[in-house]
């Protein structure tokens, strides 16, 4: 059985509007003591008012030791997160999150880095752009949302001493301006790397260009936020084997892998429940995932040596679980 992951208490020490149906929080230690350092890349979970546990990116530079910044998108399609953040958090709310992860981090001596955000997206690009700049490193930072008004952080951009390698696209605006996504990838130099991050449709637009034109795996780098519901009208039942104990866990077809793993006592750290975060990945020693996460490379999803119960399940009768 896993442990509970630590929290830590945070303030909401400034809360205010970056663009329409966007707000930005300034996140503090409720104690006044110092936050865990983090990197480019990193994002936090926080834990909401009505119990619920979601992923944002952290959008500040990391060089800023004494607080955190997130930046969340009021999402009509919410499963409540977004709208407990705009409605329900006020300053001076005290909140629990994790430490900081980081499972996008920036490359080590890349000779360019390009960064490519959809909309809400943008946020942990900031923070590597941010990070690029202070190191003197090559990158240069395109943004798409659907129109000016819905464009956060534009004034920071426009003022920050790397403002030249920044360039907006809004979906609204003349074609002359709009991002051609394959041929800002086509003229990439040798050993650039790829890091993209927004709604999935623009990200597998991006992803699916890059790989037809021959973009290496180890240059791709990205960060989902949610995933598309996945049709879960064929699935049956399967079994699941604790490798520990020889325990036989039956999933049924309207039930989760992790689902059935809590129902049967195992504690398994969790967070998304969507095949983005990695939080609730697992070990599998025998038998062959149906992976349907977001989170995996395919080169470890081809591997079958860990799976996502949150999403996945089997491709067969049974898993061997490393539990």
Known sequence: M????PTLAVRVARKRTEAQDICSLQLVAANGTTLPAF???????????????RQYSLCNPPSDAGHYEISVLRDAQSRGGSVAVHDAVTEGSVL???????????????????????????????????????????????????????TPFTERLA???????????????QATQKLDIAATLKKAGTGTHLYVCGPQGF?????CTARAQGWPEERLHHEYFSAAPADTTGDGSFEMEVASTGQVITVAPAQTALQALLAAGFDIPMSCEQGVCGTCLTGVKAGTPEHRDHYLTPEEQAGNDQFLPCCSRARGGRLVLDL
């Open 96 to 150: 629990h999150i994790s430490p900081p992860k980081n499972h996008f981090p920036l490359a080590t001596n890349a000779a360019h880095h390009l960064l490519l955000g959809g909309g809400i997206g943008i946020t942990p690009l900031l923070a590597m752009a941010e990070h690029l700049a202070s190191q003197g490193e090559s990158f240069e930072l395109h943004h798409c949302t659907r129109s000016r008004e819905r």
């Open 2 to 5: 896993s442990q509970p992951n």
């Open 203 to 207: 990200m597998d637009a991006v992803l």
């Open 159 to 173: 003022a920050s001493p790397y403002a030249r390698h920044v360039h907006h696209h809004v979906d609204d605006g």
């Open 39 to 53: 990197t480019a890349g990193a994002h936090l979970d926080v834990h909401l008012p009505g119990g619920l546990v």
